[in-house]
């Protein structure tokens, strides 16, 4: 197993535009979480999903972003009519359970909208 | 006010220094997580904690529930050590980060 991969690495798009992105994340692992980290700050917790089912969304998710998990393995994210506002590195990360020392992050998809 | 506050926000050592990052919360928690961010921006989970201390080679986690705060320590730190460290808790199905705190150690 390689880990959590995230694809795209980058995305560039125009504001206005839809994107969306996908997590793989390790393949024995039963949650997967998304987090958004801007410039100089923390992440920033956005979802997460125990198999399937997304069980918690931040108060602060926008209705443009929705994510998915449709057969419990790999996660996609979508941001639709994208901001400026929204550029920042989307990161996943995967554990087994509520993770103990078990969480593995991907390397992000850097988003920036022009 | 941030439900997560980390000190100090930037820390220079000398290689070998003992070091300490200090991470208070105003939430109630389920679990407290350290994390490293290295320059390239991958993330790696050093610690999950709910309660006293654990150590993983180098490290060392402690957290005091009732004080709401948590320690990060660093023993015969390394150029390797140079990182962002951050920490994170776990309230109510949601999750609070610190804006970390940046280590710099200094051969």
């Known amino acids: 197993d390689t880990g959590v991969s995230q694809n795209p690495r980058h995305k560039i798009t125009k504001r206005g535009q839809n994107v969306t992105f996908r997590c793989d994340p390790i393949?024995?692992?039963?949650?997967l979480y998304w987090y958004r980290q801007t410039l100089g700050q923390g992440p920033e917790f956005l979802t997460y999903?125990?198999?399937?089912?997304?069980?918690?969304k931040s108060r602060l998710l926008s209705d443009r972003f929705s994510a998915e998990r449709p057969k419990g393995s790999f996660s996609t994210l979508e941001i639709q009519r994208t901001e400026q506002g929204d550029s920042a590195m989307y990161l996943c990360a995967s554990s087994l359970g509520q993770g103990g020392r078990g969480y593995t992050f991907g390397s992000g998809t850097r988003l920036t909208v022009v | 006010k941030n439900e997560v506050e980390q000190s100090p926000q930037n820390l220079t050592a000398q290689e070998g220094e003992f070091i300490t990052i200090n991470c208070s919360y105003s939430v109630g928690i389920s679990a407290l997580h350290w994390l490293q961010q290295h320059p390239g921006g991958g993330i790696v989970s050093l610690f999950m904690l709910s309660s006293g201390k654990k150590k993983h080679g180098r490290l060392i986690a402690t957290i005091n529930i009732q004080e709401k705060h948590s320690s990060l320590h660093i023993t015969a730190s390394h150029p390797r050590d140079s990182a962002v460290y951050i920490c994170?808790?776990?309230?109510?199905?949601?999750?609070?980060f610190g804006t970390g705190t940046s280590l710099t150690v200094i051969p």
């Open positions: 994170a808790v776990r309230s109510d199905n949601q999750f609070y």
């Open positions: 999903f125990q198999n399937e089912a997304q069980l918690e």
């Open positions: 393949s024995e692992h039963n949650r």
